[in-house]
């Protein structure tokens, strides 16, 4: 019985982070391929003007993201976390095979940037309910004593779409010849990842629903207790928490991930197909390391590997990011890249599950949710952004000072709070 019982968690966990995986990929191929749709949306003379205008919708797309997380996070409370993984990825679905088909300004003028913008808010909202949909299922399916190690899988499947989307791009780089890849090749992972929602659809619907959230129904509560009023009014602390302990973190992991295939390109000088290969390969090991990490967070708790992250994000992040732009060959680059994301492994592998460990069942998802798309929205997404608006006045380096106050921000929270390890809300079947 108790082998049975263990075989239904992990199958569980295991079908969680598929569609977590399928979920990121829609998610990041945006931000892989706008090297080369960037000028069929918005054509320019010059390449960072046209990758301001989608580094600017890719920060649109984050703006739906807190309303993405309260209403899916209050649907997840309410109707289950399994309800609310089924309902993200239909949403995600749309939004990329609407960009998939979307013809380009030469064709429709400034409907083309007008329609990719109304894609990437439906997939903002996707996004935004996904995460605490999916963080809150995972710690809650998983056992007291390898939390950290399963709901780590959220980052591995996040990671992994990222490093699927640069794949797929390294793919299509060798096999299309590079006007065929900028006219219309760029459309072929969009529609991929659509087809793929479809499917993961069909697998989230044979999810089990978590014993959590079936005893909060049992006792009534679902049906009052969610809402962001009561958040806010209700569970104060925890919520600003997750706002500051997720700052810093955020804008480290967009600044190492989507950002830098960018900056390897226009700073360091690389070329776009080995610029891609450096970050795919940093990103690969950076998957790895996630369970790593997130197993260690079982051993000497939360709190201790989220201090070591801010401490040495804030020493070394100047440093990486100064001497990364002046690296012309490609293992130095490999490795400075691979440093940033080993430190910034000590928020991505176990943030999940501190947010859920802060909050009571009843209003779990939203707790997670919300205060993350709130931090998420005006750090993380804006980070690209603002990096390249930066560059191109002539004060790059000034990002890299907004990265390091960042980090330093959250590593006064990390400081403060309480290891959620120890004092975990999550209540044990």
């Not at 239904?8 to 990041?28: H, K, M």
């Not at 500051?244 to 600044?255: H, Q, R």
């Amino acid at each position: 019985m108790l082998r049975r019982a263990t075989m239904s968690r992990i199958r569980s966990i295991v079908a969680g982070s598929a569609g977590n995986l399928v979920e990121w990929y829609d998610w990041y191929v945006y931000s892989a391929f706008s090297l080369y749709f960037a000028p069929i949306f918005f054509p320019s003379e010059d390449r960072t003007s046209e990758l301001l205008g989608t580094a600017a919708v890719f920060a649109v797309g984050f703006v739906m993201r807190p309303l993405g997380a309260w209403w899916m996070g209050v649907f997840a409370d309410r109707h289950g976390r399994k309800s609310g993984l089924t309902l993200s990825v239909l949403l995600m679905c749309a939004g990329s095979v609407t960009i998939a088909l979307t013809p380009g300004h030469a064709s429709i003028g400034v409907f083309a940037p007008i329609i990719l913008v109304a894609a990437r808010l439906l997939q903002g909202l996707s996004v935004g309910g996904e995460y605490g949909a999916s963080a809150t299922y995972l710690s809650e399916i998983a056992g007291r004593e390898r939390r950290g190690l399963w709901s780590s899988l959220q980052y591995v499947t996040l990671i992994a779409g990222q490093l699927i989307a640069l794949s797929v791009l390294i793919v299509l780089q060798t096999v299309l010849p590079k006007a065929a890849l900028a006219t219309w090749g760029w459309r072929i992972p969009f529609l991929v990842g659509g087809l793929l929602s479809i499917c993961v659809f069909w697998l989230r619907r044979g999810l089990v629903e978590t014993s959590s959230f079936v005893a909060i129904k049992a006792q009534g509560l679902t049906e009052k207790r969610s809402g962001a009023l009561v958040l806010f009014r209700e569970h104060p602390k925890a919520a600003f928490t997750v706002i500051g302990l997720t700052a810093g973190g955020t804008i480290a992991f967009y600044a190492y991930t989507t950002y830098i295939q960018k900056f390897l390109v226009v700073t360091s000088g690389f070329e776009k197909e080995v610029a891609t290969r450096i970050t795919a390969a940093a990103l690969l090991v950076f998957m790895l390391l996630q369970p790593v990490v997130g197993a260690l967070s079982d051993r000497v708790g939360r709190r201790p590997i989220m201090i070591a992250f801010g401490v040495l994000g804030t020493l070394f992040t100047y440093p990486i990011m100064t001497t990364l732009g002046n690296t012309h060959t490609v293992l130095p680059a490999f490795g400075l890249v691979l440093a940033a994301l080993v430190i910034v492994s000590g928020y991505t592998a176990i943030n999940a599950v501190v947010k859920a460990e802060l909050f009571p069942a009843e209003i779990r998802a939203l707790g997670v949710a919300l205060p993350y798309a709130i931090a998420n929205t005006l750090f993380g997404g804006t980070a690209e952004w603002v990096a390249l608006k930066l560059k191109s006045s002539g004060h790059e380096r000034v990002f890299f000072v907004y990265v390091t106050v960042g980090i330093a921000v959250s590593l006064v929270v990390y400081v403060f709070m309480r290891d959620t390890r120890k004092h975990s809300k999550i209540v044990e079947d």
